[in-house]
């Protein structure tokens, strides 16, 4: 864990400029509405006026400062574990054990496991609620028939900003650790090609050629003569059939590396939602059926006079 010590304070510094970054435009907004609202709705007194913009901008503050820090929460969590699957991918291009990958990537799938435990309830929610609300508005916006100002309408838009906003965060942070726990398959599979075709597997035949040209030499009636010249004169070379230690050794550890690679094609992890990988996939179809949605309530509430 010492090793990932400044990319977790890195980590948490993002996060940090993240809920600033998205909380003081919209309180900002907020407070201009609120301003424009009490400008122009007079009261008996100032007091009792300032009093009540005070009180509505804490609340609304105090409450979506709560719903983005959940959301940025999880965005920091999903991240923290990017860096580990970013280490493990590092950790592939070393030579070990293929039972040491294994374990590594099983440790990795259980906390993933636990955070998609422990965050499926606030994600289902959030999206239910978001969807509901976003509805509601947009019912109640489109069935008014009066005209829409920075007043009567100004507080749906950046409770709106702010729901959207946070919904988005996680999304992405979901994704982004899913991307990445399904992208270790492919780097397990280029290392696989690379580990069987490259240098290490022709560097190990030569020196089991040259071994078996020593013993060869050692003991000439074990070998094959083979003859590259026409005449008898001429020099010639022995070459040793391979072992069949050496033949099993290779073929042992093919297979433990085909096996890996089956294993994450076969356990790909990422943040799951009762058994759905949240990746592209499931945002493009939580897009589309949002997409539905609205058309069927346009649909429902705006009518074209001739």
């Excluded at 009261?43 to 300032?50: F, G, I, K, N």
């Excluded at 033949?247 to 433990?256: D, F, G, P, Q, V």
């Amino acid at each position: 864990m010492s090793r990932f010590a400044l990319l977790y304070i890195r980590q948490i510094k993002d996060s940090l400029r993240l809920l600033i970054f998205w909380s003081l435009p919209c309180f900002i907004l907020k407070v201009a509405r609120e301003v424009i609202r009490v400008s122009c709705i007079h009261h008996e007194s100032w007091l009792m006026s300032t009093a009540v913009l005070i009180g509505l901008i804490i609340s609304w503050s105090y409450v979506s400062t709560i719903s983005l820090s959940a959301s940025i929460l999880f965005h920091l969590i999903c991240n923290l574990q990017v860096i580990h699957f970013e280490d493990y991918a590092k950790l592939l291009e070393r030579d070990c054990d293929v039972l040491v990958f294994i374990e590594e990537h099983t440790r990795l799938r259980y906390h993933l496991s636990k955070i998609s435990h422990r965050f499926r309830i606030f994600l289902i929610l959030q999206f239910c609620v978001v969807t509901a609300s976003q509805f509601v508005t947009l019912f109640r916006i489109t069935g008014y028939g009066g005209i829409i100002t920075a007043i009567n309408g100004g507080d749906f838009a950046v409770s709106s900003i702010v729901q959207v906003v946070g919904i988005i965060i996680c999304l992405h942070a979901a994704t982004k650790i899913s991307h990445r726990a399904l992208g270790i398959a492919s780097i397990a599979s280029r290392w696989h090609a690379l580990a069987t075709c490259g240098q290490n597997d022709t560097s190990q035949l030569r020196v089991s050629n040259s071994m078996g040209n020593l013993e060869a030499a050692m003991n000439p009636q074990n070998s094959q003569r083979i003859n590259y010249s026409e005449s008898d004169s001429e020099s010639f070379d022995y070459i040793a059939m391979p072992t069949n230690m050496q033949l099993a050794s290779y073929m042992t550890s093919y297979h433990k590396r085909q096996a890996f690679v089956l294993y994450l094609q076969n356990n790909p992890g990422g943040i799951t939602i009762f058994g759905w990988i949240v990746d592209r996939g499931l945002v493009n179809t939580i897009f589309f059926i949002e997409l539905t949605l609205v058309t069927f309530l346009l649909g429902k509430t705006i009518v074209f006079s001739s």
